[in-house]
């Protein structure tokens, strides 16, 4: 029989499982592993490739994972329940046919069941692979916390198995009866680590960031690929490194001794906030890291000065103000970084404004339909070959068109909701909820605050992709 005593413990909140584990640092390898496994489902893998930023956004879609689960999983009520609500209209816009023309949709109770069912076994496997397995007792009670969560998303009791033992069963059934090789797994294994972008606060160091993902990313891909259910692995044709059972022991057990680190060290939400941090915040975790980066460009230069060895040359660093109408469309307009722009990049836009700034109904649906009537004008003026989406050269050619009547609508809806008391001005909290810094110094009027008039011009300015802006590039093109 299960502890009476652990049984009357929260499901959520301090005291729950999730809670204890979530902070732990080997959780990042397990979350690897989870998504992998999800993408190897046909729906879901089908969703991540059409719609997802995964790709070229990695470090956004990271953060606002962690927001989600902590939102989910924390102790206030309304919170899970707004942030569900989220979740449900999010995943309800997500539907479509895949390569094969089969169907998917991100509202499917069993594909949303396969979501949380990968969570939790990621969760058990870790703590079994770096040699401490969670208790019985203690495994039925993080499956009940995750029966819970799927329950808040108003799910129907019965998606997952009501014991422990009905999961491993149908575990196992999903794992060598529908599993598939797909390309979004393929290319979270074989493809991100390979180009994954810098977090905002390294991209001053394109040469340490390349060499260090070069060497990380393969190592990252084949432990990940070691941990994978061997019948899937077998299946799938997944290659497996001489030694790699090994090496992912290793570094699941490397990975569990920083758990002995200062707590706030390792809070997986300071790590996120701290990477997704842009050099000209005006938090003195920047600044501080920052000017360490400065020092470290030096001594790299001054390495290159004194070393016979001829190093690879920097990237050119962007200087001025002026961007290309091709960097445009791949930093800004390409939000799923697929090479062409069609609705989901325009979504995408809308589901990572209303997410910062945490927005209900009616005003995300109203984001969304601004994004909607801007897709259909530029599908209607730049799509010239009528494919349904808009290539770069479709769109170099037709730039002075790109903000018309609906990109305005986009720019006044966007200061609408972010004007949250409606004096039509957005005070300092308010931008800060929107771009996490405190205001541009050449912002604000005579009254401190930030007009109508002011943000619509800056953000057309910047839509209409020449302009780099401060504010703006943080919040759209950055990953």
Partial sequence: MPDTAQDASPLFGPGSQFGELCNDPRWALAMIRATVLEAAHP???????????????????????????????????????????????????????????????AMDPGVRAWVVATLFES???????????????????????????????????????????????????????????TEAMRVILYKLFDHLPAPPLLSGLPTLWATGRALAGPVIGAITVASLPEPFRRRAGLPEMPGAQTLMQGAYLAVGLTRFLPEDWIRPERVADLLALSPGSDDPRARTISALADRMKRAGALLRLITPLTAPPEPAARTGTQRSAEEFFHEVLDQTGDGHVDWPDLAAMARELSSRLDLDEPEETRLYNAYAEWWRELQSGLDADGDGRISAQEYATAVPS????????????????????????????????????????????????YTRSAFVKDFLSFMAGQQRSTPYDPLLAEA
Avoid: K
């Fill in 43 to 105: 729906q879901i893998g089908a969703a991540l490739l059409d719609s997802s930023t995964f790709v070229a956004h990695p470090w956004r879609r990271l953060r606002n994972t962690l927001l989600s689960l902590q939102r989910m999983f924390g102790a206030d009520d309304h919170v899970r329940l707004r942030e569900a609500a989220r979740l449900n209209r999010l995943h309800g816009r997500l539907n479509g046919t895949d390569a094969r023309n089969r169907p998917y949709d």
């Fill in 402 to 449: 790109l903000a018309g009547p609906a990109l305005i609508r986009v720019a006044e809806v966007l200061f609408d909701v972010t004007d949250v008391d409606g004096d039509q001005s957005i005070d300092a909290d308010e931008y800060r909820a929107l771009f996490r810094t405190a205001f541009h110094r050449d912002t604000t009027g005579s009254d401190g605050t």
């Fill in 123 to 181: 969760t058990v496997t870790m703590c079994r692979l770096s040699g401490q397995p969670l208790e019985q007792a203690v495994m039925e009670r993080l499956y009940r916390e995750f029966q819970a969560f799927l329950g808040v998303l108003g799910d129907a009791p019965g998606q997952l198995p009501d014991s422990l033992n009905e999961f491993w069963i149908y575990y196992d059934r999903v794992v060598e009866e529908e599993l598939e090789n």
